[in-house]
């Protein structure tokens, strides 16, 4: 049910959208997910995003009656208009919704923010960066988790974690199947098929969770590659200006980074658009209004950001990263005299991006070996289209490969002065971050090669060129076997709920004490704060005071671990809660804490205690019966 609803609702504006604009399916279906966000994004700011969803209803209402004229009373809608690219997408919706379909979320970023964000977002109906919140990333900017929230909220679903992946992925897939749009299905109908199964292949290369995972490293790639392929590949200026507007407001809004991965796009296609701009007849005598749209893609970009800037210090939320640095240390890196955990740092980014072998089969490929991809691809399209349009082409895969580059030096820059010096010494997420850019060169150089291999004339030529593209692309593309994922969509999706289940266990019995939010402390095991996490997650919209799970009673480096006396803690339950749950205590818990409990044979997994305080300050605790889980 949810695909079908969430499907055919962005099909029925894509479809109004083509009859008010004349321009393609290819086209219309990412600006409406594009538009769906900008105009949620602007009712949140504003303290109204309960409305967003109202405003799709009748937005939905107006385009379904404007589709039911069009196609009755002027004829201008017609059976005819279901194409090839309209039809891929169904089918590749379709597709997503088999991966998708019955899975839980898994990863630890999908507790942490992007999932609990959407979770937050839909019980409360304001952005989870209000003061209330408990995310815990509230500066993180929410362009996904509002595209989930609306289709969710506007369609009457309730909360499911397969509709919030299949809501995110449906956005990849409105951007990917762009090149379809620069491809004739009537006269390359074998190319067209070819070029949907590598496109919907080609996130695969960078990620081992293709399309289900909710985080936006795969999404902001996609919008990468995709503003790239929008104005290198065929259209009107005015309407690919348009929507690359629209994009970079978008992918600034996706996440911290995006602005800056904006501002790289905008390098590499304003000068392009600008020239196009200077050749329109019509904007020949306006110079003023031709340097206004040229610059317009920064404009975006700026307004996202500012906007977003100044709704933060509106509620009091600061930014999470901050640069810390002086002169002093930028000179002593330059001058190689940098010490400490930045000279760690420098160490292990040289082994990690051009020496390890990260991506690929078998991990063969060192991450800086991947800027061949977008040069080798560019050597291909030249030799396929005619030499007036290889400098256009030269410009593509070399901003391309630039963006790649650069986008490295800035992470470089981002673990030597604005990550923690723990985090930054191993490189937290390196991997993650970087396949970001990966995947935006990949589906870029795919979407360009799809495109001109379907439109060269030489069919000996072409099917060579095709042998060779497919040799580059494939064997990537099918990293972690897409088929296999397929086959054990169903299996997959079983296990994740099998891992979930003592998590939900937890939380249900939480639930049976019937308090809103209960003062209730949580003892876990020693796992670095993940069942704290998740079982917080399965909480909402309920939550737990702010507290340290994992507590001993020696000192502790690990920066999780909260030393407490026996008699502190005690004193400090007596002071600020009512209850205790076990959901797994450690050997030296018991070993640490047992004098605090009335009965020490209850010590044991999956037991609630209610808090008796007693005469002296301290407290005592008692086990609580509770209904069983099943």
């Known amino acids: 049910m949810p695909f079908l609803m969430i499907t055919s609702l962005l099909l029925l504006f894509a479809v109004a959208m083509m009859q008010i604009s004349k321009q393609k399916f290819t086209y219309c279906l990412p600006l409406v997910c594009f538009l769906i966000i900008i105009s949620s994004y602007l009712l ?42 309209m039809m891929a997408f169904c089918v590749f919706a379709a597709l997503l919704w088999w991966i998708c379909r019955g899975r839980m979320f898994f990863d630890w970023d999908e507790f942490s923010h992007w999932g609990s964000s959407v979770k937050i977002m839909y019980y409360s109906d304001e952005l989870y960066s209000a003061p ?33 992946m299949l809501s995110g992925a449906l956005l990849s897939a ?30 695969a290369v960078a990620t081992d969770h293709p399309y289900y995972q ?67 007849e019509q904007l020949q005598q306006k110079r003023a209004l031709r ?76 991450p800086v070996c991947w800027v061949l991809v977008p040069l080798l691809a560019g050597v291909l399209v030249c030799l396929l289209r005619p030499k007036n349009e290889r400098k256009r082409i030269c410009i593509a895969f070399a901003g391309s490969a630039g963006l790649f580059l650069v986008f490295a030096v800035s992470l470089l820059a981002s673990y030597l002065f604005a990550f923690n010096p723990e985090e930054a010494v191993v490189l937290a997420s390196f991997y993650r971050y970087l396949s970001s850019l990966i995947t935006a060169m990949v589906v870029f150089a795919t979407g360009m090669l799809c495109w001109a291999l379907c439109a060269a004339e030489k069919k000996s030529l072409q099917f060579t060129l095709a042998v060779l593209a497919a040799a580059l692309v494939l064997p990537f593309a099918t990293s972690r076997n897409f088929v296999t994922l397929l086959l054990n969509a169903p299996t997959a999706a079983a296990q994740t709920h099998h891992d979930r289940y003592l998590y939900q266990r937890t939380a249900a019995y939480i639930r049976q004490l019937g308090q809103s939010n209960p003062r209730l402390y949580l003892i876990t095991a020693n ?63 018991v070993r640490d804490y047992i004098s605090v409990f009335e009965d020490e044979s209850q010590v044991v997994v999956d037991r609630m205690f209610e808090v008796v305080q007693q005469p002296d300050g301290t407290a005592k605790l008692r086990r609580i019966m509770m209904e069983p889980v099943q």
């Open 527 to 589: 796992d670095a704060g993940k069942t704290q996490l998740i079982v917080g997650y399965e909480l909402l919209p309920q939550t737990l005071p702010e507290q340290a799970t994992i507590i001993v009673a020696e000192p502790s480096k690990e920066p999780w671990v909260k030393q407490y006396s026996a008699e502190e803690w005690s004193q400090l339950l007596a002071k600020e809660y009512d209850y205790v749950y076990i959901h797994c205590p450690e050997d030296q818990f």
């Open 132 to 164: 209330a919140s408990s995310d815990l990333f509230k500066s993180y900017p929410p362009a996904l988790a509002l595209l989930q929230y609306v289709l969710l909220k506007t369609l009457g679903l309730p909360f499911r974690e397969d509709a919030v």
């Open 291 to 366: 340097s206004l749209l040229a610059v317009s893609p920064l404009l975006a970009v700026a307004a996202a950001k500012l906007s977003w800037k100044l709704y933060l210090a509106a509620v009091g939320v600061a930014e999470r990263w901050q640069v810390q640095t002086t002169v002093g240390d930028i000179w002593s890196l330059l001058t190689g005299r940098s010490i400490g955990y930045r000279a760690k740092v420098l160490t292990k980014f040289k082994t990690d991006f051009f020496i390890t072998g990260a991506y690929g089969p078998g991990q063969f490929a060192s």
């Open 44 to 85: 949140a700011v504003l303290g109204g995003l309960w409305l967003a969803p109202w405003l799709l209803r009748g937005l939905a209402v107006t385009a379904l009656l404007y589709c039911i004229y069009a196609f009755f009373k002027t004829k201008t809608l017609t059976v005819r208009e279901v194409g090839f690219a």
């Open 174 to 203: 409105s951007m990917l199947l762009y090149p379809l749009g620069a491809i004739s299905a009537k006269k390359r109908p074998v190319g067209a098929l070819l070029s949907c199964a590598v496109l919907v292949l080609a996130p």
């Open 214 to 280: 909710v985080a936006v490293e795969m999404p902001m790639g996609i919008l990468v590659a995709f503003l790239l392929l929008v104005t290198f590949l065929p259209g009107k200026t005015e309407s690919r200006l348009f929507l690359v507007n629209m994009g970079c407001f978008v992918l600034t809004l996706l996440k911290g980074t995006g602005a800056g991965l904006a501002v790289l796009c905008c390098c590499v296609v304003m000068p392009v658009l600008c020239k196009e701009l200077a050749g329109l």
